[in-house]
């Protein structure tokens, strides 16, 4: 019961977030986004035609009524059909999102495993060689592109100049050996761009710990470096851990993987958005900006009762 | 208090000074990016980079005296091209470093005078607003509604990149309200604005200095993935560009355009992350007061 008002609460908390992205992005891309009206008309259009064209599209009307119709299409997840393509909005977001998914979900868990891993390697040897080491590399990956690393891994992986193994570009998945073959490339880039941010986000979290008095005693009562780092210093940092990962999701799953679909040709959402800020296909763009926002509203609620999991102190108040 | 002044070893600054100096990672970071920034200086007066838009070679000619980097698809030189690329560089970044500190400095400040009062909620909101629309959709939104206006994307980089100096400012803000030099102020009768502007921003220059070369880097990179898109530079040429142009060459097995771009773009922003780090580490309060 405690925990449902908590939920309540914090979902109503969430409301002026939303109608702000709403509100923002509401402007930017649908009321001063690109005007359609001529692309769906012939030459030599009418001014009657024209007129007809506009009221169809919606430009007619006043501008906050325009909005209030965008809240409601967001409340009851009713789009309509897409501009472009006749599709209806729903059904091309349940085509496209899943490809998304699944092109960064591995890269998005192995960046972030292997992030933690490193971390807790170089925070355990801080000041040694092999600490210095890994920061090294950290800041080196945290330096390049990820266009060239995607460029870079595409020469060495995927083309005649290189070894040649995974097809070049493309989405053409339908067993696991052929999904396999196709993720290989990107979450390679994905989590060589990731790790370096990552390891070091971490490593700074840890040291932090590990130099705390109960670390110290610990190890003066001899516990082993592995329930050290585990029950002592990775526990009691879980809550800036599961900050970042819960943070980074909503952004990966619109923004990150934009590039690499654009870039690998995958028939993804990130490309159905861009395609539809380009071409002001207004029904997508209202479904794939309001829902981001949702989402990160949902994001918020769901790490604060992550907290609590973790770590008993946090109170839900 | 004079003699405290002309030793610059006690005042914060002279201390981080002094450290940083002795940081050999951040003096070759701050080198190198001496070094690009005379570059861009001269592409900007006009002494080199010149020829960046002549079309007087022959189709991908390999590297020789005359061009030194080959030449394009269209017989552009990659040598001049890359040079002239480090001035646009170095516009974005500056533009966008500046601008988006001074916007983090001045709404951070004022929210964290102001905490929890209208201004504070205000600000806090349009952070969390701004922080969760998806970066490139915000930026092709804003190019669009700008209609291919070339600063677009300085415009996009601005209003979202300063949302993470003003977090911080805000913080220390909150701290340094309630030091004595600002109830002293208070106590004299000093405006509250005049308080904001003269006696609380200053204090928080080293937070800035550090979040303007993160945003520096930040920027330069930016602008790589964006110029791929189709949203970033108009008119001109950068490394972003350059790389796009070569994402079709590298499979061909023309590889010059996409070295020439990566490598530059890449030892600049590895310098700015040293001296950025090093910064870090000099003006960092904590370690400047255990030295």
């Given at each position: 019961m405690e925990l449902l008002q908590y939920t309540l609460r914090k979902l109503i908390g969430g409301i002026p977030l939303i109608l702000g992205v709403t509100f923002i992005s509401f402007i930017l891309?649908?009321?001063?986004?690109?005007?359609?009206t001529f692309e769906l008309l012939g030459k030599n259009a009418t001014a009657e035609q024209i007129a007809e064209v506009r009221a169809e599209l919606g430009y007619d009307r006043p501008f906050f009524v325009r909005y209030g119709e965008y809240l409601k299409e967001l409340a009851t997840l009713d789009f309509g059909?897409?501009?472009?393509?006749?599709?209806?909005v729903n059904a091309m977001l349940a085509r496209t999102i899943p490809v998304s998914l699944e092109l960064v979900t591995p890269g998005f868990i192995l960046g972030n495993l292997l992030g933690v891993l490193l971390a807790l390697v170089a925070a355990y040897h801080r000041g040694r060689w092999i600490d210095k080491a890994i920061m090294g590399f950290a800041v080196v990956g945290m330096s390049i592109s990820f266009l060239i690393v995607i460029i870079a891994f595409q020469i060495l992986l995927s083309s005649s100049y290189g070894l040649?193994?995974?097809?070049?570009?493309?989405w053409n998945v339908h067993s696991l050996y052929s999904y396999v073959m196709y993720v290989t490339v990107p979450t390679l880039a994905s989590v060589f761009v990731a790790l370096g941010y990552n390891t070091r986000f971490y490593r700074a979290v840890l040291v932090e710990e590990m130099t705390r008095d109960h670390v110290r005693t610990a190890r003066a009562f001899g516990i082993s470096p592995a329930k050290l780092l585990y029950k002592h210093i990775l526990k009691n940092s879980a809550i800036p851990i599961i900050t970042r990962v819960m943070f980074s999701i909503p952004l990966v799953v619109v923004s990150g993987s934009l590039l690499m679909e654009s870039y690998f040709g995958i028939p993804g959402v990130g490309k159905v958005t861009f395609d539809a800020i380009t071409s002001g296909d207004q029904p997508v763009l209202k479904a794939v900006v309001g829902l981001p926002a949702v989402l990160f509203v949902v994001t918020l609620l769901v790490t604060d009762l992550l907290y609590r999991v973790v770590d008993p102190r946090v109170s839900l108040m | 208090m004079s003699a405290a002044l002309s030793d610059?070893?006690?005042s914060i600054w002279g201390k981080a000074f002094y450290k940083f100096r002795h940081d050999r990672m951040g003096m070759l970071g701050l080198a190198v990016v001496l070094l690009y920034f005379i570059a861009a200086l001269g592409v900007w007066l006009g002494v080199?980079?010149?020829?960046?838009?002549?079309?007087?070679?022959?189709?991908?000619?390999?590297?020789?005296?005359?061009y030194w980097f080959g030449t394009n698809i269209i017989g552009e030189d990659i040598f001049q091209r890359s040079i002239y690329s480090t001035k646009t560089a170095f516009e974005i970044g500056l533009v966008v470093a500046v601008l988006s500190t001074i916007l983090g400095a001045l709404l951070g400040a004022l929210a964290g005078f102001f905490s929890g009062r209208w201004i504070d909620a205000i600000v806090l909101w349009l952070m969390g607003v701004l922080d969760s629309i998806p970066f490139y959709l915000f930026v092709a939104a804003v190019a669009f509604a700008l209609q291919g206006n070339p600063w677009a994307m300085h415009v996009a980089m601005v209003s979202t990149f300063w949302t993470t100096t003003g977090r911080l400012v805000r913080g220390e803000v909150i701290k340094l309200r309630n030091f004595e030099f600002v109830e002293a102020a208070r106590a004299i009768g000093v405006p509250q604005f005049t308080i904001v502007f003269r006696h609380i921003i200053p204090n928080t220059f080293h937070i800035l200095l550090v979040q303007a070369t993160i945003v520096f880097v930040a920027a330069i990179k930016s602008e790589v993935i964006l110029s791929f898109l189709g949203l970033?530079?108009?008119d001109g040429v950068s490394w972003g560009l350059m790389i796009s142009e070569s994402t079709l060459e590298v499979l061909a097995g023309f590889f010059n355009n996409f070295i020439a771009a990566s490598a530059l773009l890449f030892v600049l922003v590895m310098a700015f992350n040293m001296f950025s780090d090093s910064l870090q580490d000099a003006l960092d309060p904590k370690k400047v007061a255990a030295s």
């Open positions: 891309m649908v009321y001063y986004g690109p005007d359609q059909l897409s501009n472009s393509t006749g599709e209806p040649n193994l995974f097809p070049v570009r493309g | 610059h070893r006690e080199w980079g010149t020829g960046w838009a002549d079309v007087d070679g022959p189709k991908w000619a390999p590297m020789s005296g005359e970033g530079v108009q």
